[in-house]
């Protein structure tokens, strides 16, 4: 018995560990973000790849199908989403914009002018939503054709890439400082994922953890300048202040 108690005592985590890990769920639960229908938008437009339910050529016969798209298809705990509807074939009048959108997505899709090369969209009836599975932050939904297509994809998302490779490249101990200024979790890491116009998420490390934590902005950002302002007003409120 006693050494049962022991290998139980080991396992426990710290009190430590435990109050730094309630302070992240309490960080993530009132934290400012976008609403889930503008947030699945945002994903889906910036996504580049996901699992279709079935084979296409099968879509001809049965036009039903889902389209499963993960935000980190490595973390199964992050947003997960299921557009369900109709596959349609993109019309001739439409080709010319599908490929556009298509090469902008994949350059090197030189197979889109092979003649057996078919552009299909899914006209969406229901998209459901999970996030936070396995965690005390799980979160699920659904929206309908309606909502889905009245919502709109935010217009920061789309400086995710050049804003978070600069931070990261250039910047990550400023990073890790704000994050741990603006969260008040200390966190030993913080590498920029992306950025919407409420905040940015990092993947962070914390007692030999990774999490996700988001960080929100003071105020809504209006365009790519604006964001940079932003994050230096931030990072000025996280430099220490001289006695």
């Given at each position: 018995m006693a050494a049962s108690s022991a290998?139980?005592?080991?396992?426990?985590?710290?009190?430590?560990?435990?109050?730094?890990?309630?302070?992240?769920?309490?960080?993530?639960?009132k934290a400012a973000r976008l609403p889930p229908i503008e947030e699945i938008r945002t994903v889906l437009?910036?996504?580049v790849r996901g699992m279709l339910s079935t084979l296409s050529h099968d879509l001809l016969g049965n036009p039903k199908c889902s389209l499963l798209v993960a935000r980190d298809p490595e973390d199964m705990t992050d947003l997960v989403i299921t557009v369900h509807g109709d596959a349609v074939a993109v019309t001739e009048q439409e080709k010319e914009a599908a490929r556009a959108a298509y090469l902008s997505k994949h350059p090197n899709a030189f197979w889109?002018?092979?003649?057996?090369?078919?552009?299909?969209?899914?006209?969406?009836?229901?998209?459901?939503?999970?996030?936070g599975v396995a965690t005390a932050l799980l979160g699920s939904g659904e929206f309908l054709k309606e909502e889905y297509k009245a919502a709109k994809v935010d217009p920061i998302a789309q400086?995710?890439?050049?804003?978070?490779?600069?931070?990261?490249?250039?910047?990550?101990?400023?990073?890790?400082?704000?994050?741990?200024?603006?969260?008040?979790?200390?966190?030993?890491?913080?590498?920029?994922?992306?950025?919407?116009?409420?905040?940015?998420?990092?993947?962070?490390?914390?007692?030999?953890?990774?999490?996700?934590?988001?960080?929100?902005?003071?105020?809504r950002a209006v365009d790519r300048k604006d964001v940079k302002t932003l994050i230096v007003e931030m990072l000025q409120a996280a430099q220490p202040k001289d006695s």
């Open positions: 290998q139980s005592h080991a396992q426990a985590p710290s009190a430590g560990d435990a109050n730094v890990f309630q302070l992240i769920q309490a960080h993530e639960e437009d910036r996504s889109v002018d092979f003649g057996d090369f078919q552009f299909m969209r899914i006209e969406p009836k229901v998209v459901r939503y999970v996030s400086f995710s890439k050049p804003v978070s490779s600069h931070m990261n490249r250039d910047h990550a101990e400023d990073t890790k400082a704000i994050v741990r200024h603006w969260t008040s979790i200390p966190v030993d890491s913080a590498y920029m994922l992306d950025i919407d116009s409420l905040g940015f998420n990092v993947n962070a490390t914390c007692q030999g953890t990774s999490v996700k934590l988001r960080v929100p902005f003071t105020r």
